[in-house]
């Protein structure tokens, strides 16, 4: 049963670029959520798609953009790139909130 | 209220001791408290958790002991072995309004050999 599956593992942006991140949800996960970590940090909660909608939304601002598709994939889309937008890029997938999988992620280099 | 805060930043164990990591919350609306391993080049993986109606669970040789009234939590890791070397991060949920998971900031275990 193939858990949570992220893609590309990693990708080298120009600032300005855009990006688009893509997720696979574990078998039977219908929630999708997703979390940047810069280095040496915890995840900062970006958003949550439920029924291809964002359910949730953290402080991230709107070049930071998803989809969800109807069979629970998602996209992660991000505009303009800055600096400042190097991180790993993580998904995680759920029935409930009682316990993420979570993806090995997507390290984005923006140069 | 929806931060999470964990310390120590970094640990060094000897072989065979106890590892504590400690986080304390602010929004009493949490409702669901997991502990997430993570290695380098991967994404976290989810540990043990508790919800807050139980002061202590405890699977092999980890334990979570959960502080309602203190509004805080610990993992303890008995036995430490060089494998249990990585970061660690709490975390905290609540099932209304969103089912969103805050983490924080991680520790960074070493267990020395």
């Known amino acids: 049963d193939a858990g949570v599956t992220q893609s590309p593992t990693h990708l080298i942006k120009t600032r300005g670029q855009q990006v688009t991140l893509r997720c696979s949800p574990k078998s039977g996960h219908d929630t999708v959520s997703w979390y940047q970590q810069a280095l040496g940090q915890g995840p900062q909660f970006i958003f949550q798609y439920y029924e291809e909608e964002e359910r949730q939304r953290g402080n991230f601002p709107d070049r930071f953009s998803g989809h969800q598709f109807p069979n629970y994939s998602s996209e992660l889309n991000v505009n303009a790139l800055l600096l400042g937008d190097s991180a790993l890029y993580l998904c995680?997938?759920?029935?409930?909130?009682?316990?993420?999988?979570f993806g090995s992620g997507t390290r984005l280099t923006v140069v | 209220q929806q931060q999470v805060k964990q310390s120590p930043q970094s640990l060094i164990v000897q072989k065979g001791g106890i590892s504590i990591i400690n986080c304390a919350y602010e929004n009493t609306a949490f409702d669901y408290f997991p502990w997430y391993q993570q290695f380098p080049g991967k994404g976290p993986a989810l540990l043990i958790a508790i919800r807050p109606d139980v002061s202590e669970k405890k699977e092999g040789r980890f334990t979570i002991s959960f502080n309602k009234s203190a509004k805080q939590f610990s993992l303890h890791i008995m036995d430490s072995q060089p494998g249990d070397s990585a970061t660690y991060f709490c975390a905290a949920s609540r099932g209304e309004g969103g089912f969103k998971t805050i983490f924080g900031a991680g520790t960074r275990l070493f267990v020395k050999a």
């Open positions: 995680a997938s759920s029935t409930t909130h009682y316990g993420y999988t």
